[in-house]
């Protein structure tokens, strides 16, 4: 089903394009490219290599400029947690990415328009298009805008499970052990559903495409409940 909308893409992101085919090329997977067989149009693949360069140096000017008490290796570290998969795809979640891409008539069914690794694709494929449409500075807008807020909120997930094990562990205590509840969909497009339980109480729930993920997703929550219960007391 093709949802392509161009007026709604351009009012969600904020920029409206020059060349308007430059945004439908980052809207454009390549599965919908191969099934269209339309000679001369291209998937947004290169749009996505040149973006992830982008947003690398963007991101990187950010946190120099912002963050002068950290070391080399920590702003390598807060900046991978920044652009990391589930940071980007949430992103792109919230503005209707996944509503608007085109994709096969296949890849739409094997739910294609959710599958995290497309999301945090079209993140960096609209940042690519954006720069060669406009230049630097509506590509700064863009990521300043819809990623480089809430940095702390951000960086959390990335590194969730080592710090809800740090929060729970500062007395030399607390157990943390994660229980697979739910596991669904085909190899291609997994989909988990894990538990978090410290000292056997279970704290948590998350989701995610991998174990991993769904294990980083219920750490995430479970250090905002921990913390949302310390500011109750």
Known sequence: MLNYDEQALERNIAYTFQNKALLKQAMSHSSFINEMKKTGMESYERLEFLGDAVLELITSEFLFDNYKELTEGQLTKLRASIVCEFTLSAISEQLSFGKYVLLSKGEELTGGRNRSSILCD??????????????????????????????ESKSLFYDAKTTLQEMV?????????????????????????????VDGVAVAQGEGTSKKNAQQMAAYKAILTFREKDCSE
């Open 122 to 151: 079209l993140f960096e494929s609209v940042l690519g298009a954006i720069y060669l449409d406009g230049g630097m500075e509506p590509a700064r807008k863009y990521v300043k805008t819809f990623l480089l807020t809430d940095i």
């Open 169 to 197: 562990q500062k007395d030399g205590k607390g157990v943390v052990t994660y229980e697979v509840l739910e596991e669904s969909g085909p190899d291609h497009n997994k989909k988990f559903v894990t538990e978090v339980l």
